[in-house]
């Protein structure tokens, strides 16, 4: 069963700080990988999605890296804003359906 | 925005009724899921659909059953609402199941 990890659950930065978050998964046999972030009471707005045979994926100041073979994602937000305070998640495809992680959630201060 | 709303979005029941949650979809995808969200859990699926029709189960399907008789719609039913479906149910579609996921806005259904 394939376990997927986001480590801090939890993140709060002073405005204009890079954000690092990071993603753990268990099985490198992927098809690919999701982000995507989600304010209170809202749904899901995907961010990025990395295909396995890619090392990275950028828009805007967002960027995320994945390497499979140690089962890894990262995703770097440049310059964070107070508008970026939201979870973000990572999800990863395999089998044609999406596990989650449990998501971080970040907070910018102004 | 992808094209998908689900309905209703909000709704309370009782312990014991049926229940129906809709999806609807203009996208004309092919995949559509059924998630839920709770806290402590996250995202879970409940099923899919892989085209009209076509359904399999998800990791947390016991209590749930599916439907899906044209491409834009797929129908989530709780036979017989119980407390612990109380939660937020989110639907997504995708065009090849391997492509990104577009989700929609949720339903959140408490069950007294």
């Known amino acids: 069963k394939q376990e997927v990890t986001q480590i801090p659950a939890a993140l709060s930065v002073p405005e204009g700080e890079n954000l690092v978050l990071n993603c753990s998964f268990t099985?490198?046999?992927?098809?690919?990988l999701q982000w995507f972030r989600q304010d209170p009471g809202k749904g899901l707005t995907s961010l990025l999605l990395?295909?396995?045979?890619?090392r990275e994926q950028t828009s805007g100041r967002l960027n995320a890296s994945l390497d499979k073979s140690s089962g890894r994602s990262t995703l770097y937000i440049a310059a964070s804003q107070p508008g970026d305070s939201a979870t973000y998640l990572c999800?990863?495809?395999?089998?044609?359906?999406?596990?989650f992680g449990a998501g971080t959630t970040v907070t910018v201060r102004a | 925005d992808a094209g998908i709303t689900q309905s209703p979005r909000h709704k309370v029941t009782e312990t014991g009724t049926p229940v129906t949650l809709r999806c609807h979809q203009t996208e004309n995808h092919r995949y559509m899921y059924w998630y839920r969200q709770d806290p402590g859990h996250g995202l879970r699926l409940i099923h899919y659909?892989?085209?009209?029709?076509?359904?399999d189960k998800g990791e947390v399907s016991d209590g749930y059953s599916v439907s899906r008789s044209k491409t834009e719609d797929f129908l989530l039913t709780l036979e017989s609402a119980t407390s612990s479906q109380t939660s937020v149910y989110f639907c997504?579609?995708?065009?090849?199941?391997?492509?990104?996921?577009?989700f929609g806005p949720g339903t959140r259904l408490l069950v007294l």
């Open positions: 990395i295909q396995s045979s890619q």
């Open positions: 659909s892989y085209g009209v029709k076509d359904t």
């Open positions: 997504a579609i995708s065009g090849t199941g391997l492509e990104t996921q577009y």
């Open positions: 999800a990863v495809i395999r089998d044609y359906k999406l596990s």
């Open positions: 099985d490198s046999a992927i098809y690919n």
